[in-house]
C-alpha cells in the first residue's frame, strides 16, 4: 500500500488502466489516503517556506486531473450502460407484452399452440442482460406470473410437463445448496453480493410442480434469510463503531478547545510552556489518526472542526515565536550599543593613559585613580549582560579583554608610583 502522496498518484495511474468500474473501492480508499497524506505534511510544514506548499498544491492538481479522469471514464462506461440497460428493457418488455398475449382470455387452446413460442420467448428473456433497477423487480414479477399462467393453462401430457418442472426443480435445488454455503463465506459483504446473484439465477429458471414451489422456494428463503440478517448485523456494528468514532473524535475537538481558550486567556506564556503545549497537541493528532472513520454525513464537518482547533494553535504559537524573536533581536541591538560605547570609552581611558606614561609620572595617581574606577566600572557593567547569543558573547569577550589591558596599566603605574615613594 502507497505511504505518500506520490506513490498513491503512481497507483492510481495503475487503477486507471484497469477497468475503472471494477476499481471503485481502491480509488476511495486512495483519495482518503491522499488527502490524509496531504493533511499530515500540512501538520509538519506549519513554518516551511513557500516553495515547499507549491509543490504540495502541484501534487494535488495532478491528483485531482487522475480523479476527474477517472470519473470521466466512469461516466462514459455508465452512459453506456445505461442505454444498454433501457435497450434491454424495451426487449423484455416486449416480451412480457407477448407472454400477455398468449394469456389473455384464459384459452388452454391458445396456450397449447403457443407452447413452443413460449419456449423461445424464455430463451430469449435469458439471454437478454439487466435492465434498469427500478424495473428489475416489476419485470421479474410479471414474468413470474406470465410463466406460471401459461403453464397452468397449457394442456398437455403430463410427462413433458413433468419434465420442465423436475428440471427447474434440479435447478432450484442446486441454488439452494449454493445459498446455503453461504452461510460460511466469513466476508459478509461478499456473500451478500452472491446471494444477490443465485436470486438474479432463480427469477430466470421457470416454475416447478404446484406442490414443491412452497417447500423449495421456503427452503431458498431461509438460507437468504440468514445471510441478510448477518449482513444488517455487520452494517449494525458498522455503524455503532462510526459512531463511537465520531464521539471519540469530538472528545478530541473539545480537548484542542480547552487548551486553545485555556492559553489564550494567559497573558504570560514561556517558550518552554509552548513547547509542552506543543507536545500535547501532537498526541492528540496521533490520537486522532488512528481513529476510524464517523458516520458519512458527519465526516467532512467533525475534519473542519478539527482541523480549525489545530490552525488555530498552531497560529496563536507562530506569532508568538515570531515576536519572541523580534524581542531578542531589540535586546542584542541594544546590548551591542552598549558596548560599542563602553568600547570607545575604553579606547579614550587608553588613550589617555599613554599620554600619562610619556610625561615621565606626572599627575601618575590621578590616573590610577582614573583607572582603577574605570576598571571598577567595566566589571559592575559586564554582569549586566545576559543575552545569549554569539554576537553579545564576543562583545563581552572584547570588554573583557580590555579590561585586562586596563589593569595591566593599572599595575605599571603602581609599580612607577612605589618606586617614587
Not at 507549491?54 to 455508465?78: C, G, S
Amino acid at each position: 500500500m502507497a505511504n505518500n502522496r506520490e506513490e498513491i498518484i503512481e497507483e492510481l495511474k495503475a487503477l486507471l488502466e484497469q477497468d475503472v468500474m471494477a476499481v471503485k473501492d481502491q480509488v476511495d480508499h486512495l483519495k482518503t489516503q491522499f488527502y490524509r497524506a496531504s493533511n499530515e505534511a500540512v501538520d509538519q510544514l506549519a513554518d516551511a517556506v513557500d516553495s515547499a506548499a507549491e509543490a504540495k498544491d502541484e501534487l494535488e492538481e495532478q491528483f485531482k486531473e487522475l480523479l476527474a479522469e477517472y470519473k470521466a471514464k466512469r461516466a462514459a462506461v455508465n452512459a453506456e450502460q445505461a442505454e444498454e440497460l433501457n435497450a434491454n428493457l424495451v426487449r423484455k418488455q416486449a416480451i412480457l407484452d407477448e407472454m400477455a398475449k398468449m394469456v389473455e382470455g384464459n384459452d388452454a387452446e391458445v396456450a397449447m399452440a403457443n407452447l413452443q413460442r413460449m419456449r423461445e420467448l424464455q430463451a430469449e428473456w435469458k439471454n437478454i442482460g439487466a435492465v434498469p433497477p427500478t424495473h428489475t423487480q416489476q419485470l421479474r414479477k410479471a414474468y413470474q406470473q406470465y410463466q406460471e399462467q401459461f403453464y397452468d393453462l397449457v394442456k398437455i401430457n403430463i410427462e413433458l410437463r413433468d419434465l420442465d418442472f423436475k428440471k427447474n426443480l434440479e435447478l432450484k435445488t442446486l441454488l439452494c445448496e449454493a445459498a446455503e454455503k453461504l452461510e460460511n463465506n466469513e466476508n459478509i459483504v461478499e456473500a451478500s453480493r452472491a446471494l444477490q446473484q443465485l436470486h438474479d439465477e432463480w427469477a430466470e429458471i421457470g416454475p416447478v410442480a404446484r406442490e414443491r414451489r412452497e417447500d423449495i422456494w421456503n427452503r431458498f428463503k431461509a438460507a437468504s434469510t440468514i445471510i441478510n440478517k448477518k449482513h444488517q448485523a455487520y452494517f449494525d456494528q458498522l455503524h455503532a463503531k462510526e459512531q463511537e468514532n465520531l464521539e471519540a473524535k469530538r472528545a478530541i475537538i473539545a480537548q484542542l478547545k480547552e487548551l486553545n481558550e485555556a492559553q489564550e486567556s494567559e497573558q504570560r506564556l514561556t517558550a518552554k510552556d509552548w513547547e509542552a503545549r506543543t507536545e500535547q497537541v501532537q498526541q492528540l493528532q496521533n490520537e486522532w489518526r488512528k481513529i476510524g472513520f464517523a458516520p458519512k454525513k458527519f465526516n467532512q464537518s467533525i475534519y473542519d472542526e478539527y482541523r480549525a482547533e489545530c490552525d488555530r494553535f498552531f497560529k496563536a504559537k507562530t506569532e508568538f515565536f515570531h515576536s519572541l524573536r523580534e524581542l531578542r533581536k531589540e535586546r542584542e541591538q541594544k546590548h551591542k550599543e552598549y558596548l560599542e560605547r563602553v568600547k570607545a570609552r575604553e579606547e579614550r581611558l587608553k588613550a589617555r593613559a599613554e599620554r600619562f606614561k610619556a610625561t615621565g609620572g606626572e599627575n601618575l595617581r590621578t590616573v590610577r585613580d582614573r583607572l582603577q574606577q574605570e576598571i571598577k566600572t567595566a566589571e559592575n557593567n559586564i554582569l549586566f549582560f545576559t543575552a545569549k547569543s554569539k554576537t553579545a558573547n564576543k562583545l563581552v569577550d572584547s570588554m573583557q579583554q580590555k579590561i585586562n589591558e586596563l589593569k595591566k596599566q593599572l599595575d605599571e603605574i603602581q609599580e612607577r608610583l612605589d618606586k617614587e615613594d
